[in-house]
């Protein structure tokens, strides 16, 4: 799809063919199955002053908390144990983890005891360094969505940043040979249509493995407090028309579409995502990650892993 098209598409009163398109390409390259990976937080410190995240450093209202690697090494077999195999590492940009001794150790612990489970990073903007570290200890994939393609929007968004230096991360990640995966924000303050289809030309020109969409939930502890939230419905056009893309790529329905409205995920399922999240984090260390606000149950890593099974199977999906 080229940028117009795509455009009178995320607009056009009727999607029903994009949708009927995007699932059919997921079933023919993703088959029926819907992948599960458990998410552990390790830490709610950043340095880090993005306007719509409720960890940004200028939030003091925030709960900062930082788990030591053997907790993180726990909860990861833990997660293992109940049947998750593929474990997300993600954090804010913690001082504490900026050199990758960390993140490199539990990679490598997990790996050395698992070789089959995947580590996929989400730790923001490493040096290049400590990226090629961590993929040396073992990692197989990075999360890094370059969040959105209007520079202006960026620079407002993140004043101690630019949307160049991400875009060159991700093209650093690429070449260790990490599956890459890149994303977006959809409804964020200011967001025109046509940046967002110039987002989903970003993930097809990175050729992205993996790509997360998710709307914008306004945090009361924001700058943007009062910004009203991304709409779930475009978000998953833009998953969607990201499958169109990128057919092979791994695309989560993701948890702030779950926040909005918990059934559209059985939807997302149906129209283009084949993977789904769950935080595995102990009880003490859940709520204080808070991006955006959302209601969180107690942890029960057996229990939530079956009802996600079950709600996968309840649209004739089968859940790995
Ligand atoms: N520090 C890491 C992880 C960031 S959190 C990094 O920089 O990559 C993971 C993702 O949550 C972000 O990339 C952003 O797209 C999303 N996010 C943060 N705040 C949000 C909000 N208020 N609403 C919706 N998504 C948000």
Redesign the pocket.
């Known amino acids: 799809m080229r940028r117009e098209e795509i455009i009178k598409a995320l607009e056009a009163d009727d999607f029903s063919e994009y949708y009927n398109l995007a699932r059919d390409l997921t079933r023919k390259h993703k088959g029926n199955e819907i992948l599960i990976r458990a998410i552990i937080e390790y830490s709610s410190f950043?340095v880090r002053a993005?306007a719509?995240?409720?960890l940004n450093c200028f939030n003091d209202k925030a709960t900062r908390y930082r788990m030591t690697e053997k907790e993180i090494i726990e909860t990861a077999f833990n997660a293992i144990n109940v049947g998750y195999k593929t474990i997300v590492l993600?954090?804010?940009?913690d001082p504490l983890f900026i050199d990758g001794e960390i993140l490199a150790n539990v990679t490598y612990k997990i790996k050395s005891n698992f070789p089959d489970v995947a580590v996929t990073i989400?730790?923001?903007e490493l040096s290049d360094e400590v990226i090629k570290k961590i993929r040396d200890a073992g990692a197989n994939r990075y999360l890094?969505?370059h969040?959105t393609s209007d520079r202006e929007n960026y620079k407002k968004l993140h004043p101690d940043s630019c949307f160049e230096d991400r875009y060159r991360k991700l093209k650093v990640i690429k070449k260790l040979g990490y599956e890459t995966g890149s994303?977006f924000?959809v409804g964020l303050p200011n967001q025109s249509i046509e940046s967002i289809a110039d987002d989903l030309l970003v993930l097809k020109g990175l050729e992205c493995e993996m790509a997360g969409m998710?709307?914008?939930?306004s945090?009361p502890e924001t700058s943007l407090a009062n910004c009203e939230n991304g709409s779930a419905e475009m978000t998953l056009r833009c998953v969607a028309i990201a499958r169109i893309l990128l057919p092979d790529a791994n695309l989560p329905v993701t948890t702030?579409v779950g926040v909005l409205n918990s059934e559209m995920r059985q939807r997302a399922f149906l129209n283009g995502a084949n993977v789904i999240m769950r935080k595995v984090n102990p009880e003490v260390y859940k709520k204080a990650y808070e991006?955006?606000p959302g209601d969180l149950g107690e942890t029960n890593l057996k229990k939530e892993r079956m009802d996600l099974e079950k709600m996968i199977r309840s649209v004739g999906l089968i859940p790995v």
């Open positions: 950043c993005c719509y995240c409720g993600q954090g804010g940009e989400s730790a923001g890094l969505r969040e994303g924000m998710g709307p914008f939930i945090h702030a991006l955006y």
